[in-house]
């Protein structure tokens, strides 16, 4: 039985698509391990030697959780000089040095420590590092000492104000590199499968939250960048606990509201060019947007190759601020406020984008860009800083 001619000439289609994919995954990422290998088994050997440190390792007078709790507070709040009891007062886009930040310095710490001995398991295939990041896993999500409860009540608090934010949810992004570190070493045979329900149980646990509390409809429903790390990291922690129903809500809500909603025409991202600090906003939100795209695309649903009605795509995202990574002389608006000179490094949409659409100018820009960036403020903003695990 002949096929009609549109479907043949569809399935085709789909099996050209299916075959680039692929290729260009095989051809990159061999690519990207030679030329991260020498880095990554350097920072595994430090990885190796890291023993966990957890939230409830340091606390703060200002916090109203207890141990178990995760705190941090809102980056540019700042005492009142008038009267040291007053509320904070905010500087947009001015960094408090002497707010708390143990627990979010913690977390990183967790996330490149994982990502660390991930990406140097899959190149050696030596179970020494699964062990190591099992021991750090089972720290923050299951010993009854350690662990960090499944939510984040009190993060981004500003003194005087809230002892609590939705606007602070963007303090786990660090948590996405731990999940797709783990996703990355889950079908390792001796890999204690308890334990892996254990750690599943807990995101499960704080996606529930993640997806009711009233901070978490706040976040989701925020109009820049803290709307799309909500996305991103709900699509992580569903990807990772294998919640079909989220990864299909948040997919949807890349498509139908991230996209239309904060990109332009031109794939400028407008309300991050409106902060006073426009740049690094910018990388940062289209970072995330890459990620998203890296963790839900498939071949049946390519978020990746997928455009609005208006024309709005993550590939033109990608062309509009490439050329300002490549140059950032070039950039055309205000400098920003802080950290001017610390950005771009090696970003994550340079990397998942040179792999999903096979350009070799943005890989090209993304190996002479900092690989291990210094300036905490950053680091913070840099959540994937291990591409083999993602690839």
Known sequence: MRLPVILLMSFLMSCTMIHKITGANSAVKKDITSFLSTQVLAEAQWALQQEPVTVTARSS?????????????????????????????????????????????????????????????????????????????????????TMMNPNLLYAQAIKGRFTGRGIGIIDTIQLIEVVQGLLAMQEVSGLDPDLLIDIKNWFSQYLKWLTTHPYAQDEMNAANNHGTCWVMQVAAFAKFTDNKELMTFCSNRFKNVLLPNQMEKDGSLPLELKRTKPFGYSIFNLDAMATICQILSTP????????????????????????????????????????????????????????????????????????????????????????????
């Not at 994982?114 to 089972?138: E, M, P």
């Not at 609005?308 to 950039?331: C, E, H, M, N, R």
Request: glycine content about 6%; some cysteine.
């Open 300 to 391: 049946e649903n390519d978020l990746w190759h997928y455009t609005t009605a208006d024309g709005k795509s993550i590939q033109k995202g990608i062309q509009f601020l490439y050329p300002f990574v490549a140059d950032k002389k070039l950039w055309p608006y205000p400098k920003d406020v802080m950290y001017w000179d610390d950005w771009p490094v090696a970003q994550p949409f340079l990397v998942f984008g040179a792999n999903a659409f096979n350009n070799q100018n943005w890989l090209s820009i993304w190996k002479q860009l900092d690989h291990n960036p210094k300036t905490e403020e950053v680091i913070r903003n840099l959540p994937v800083r291990h591409p083999l695990i993602w690839l």
């Open 61 to 145: 007078v200002r916090s109203a959780g207890g141990k178990h709790d995760f705190f941090s507070e809102g980056d540019y709040w700042w005492p009142n000089p008038k009267s040291v009891d007053s509320p904070y007062i905010q500087k947009d886009g001015m960094t408090n040095p002497e707010n708390f930040t143990f627990h979010r310095l913690a977390m990183i710490r967790f996330s490149r420590i994982i990502g660390a001995l991930a990406s140097a398991y899959q190149i050696t295939g030596d179970k020494r590092y699964i062990q190591k990041a099992l021991q750090h896993c089972r720290a923050w999500f299951i010993d009854p000492e």
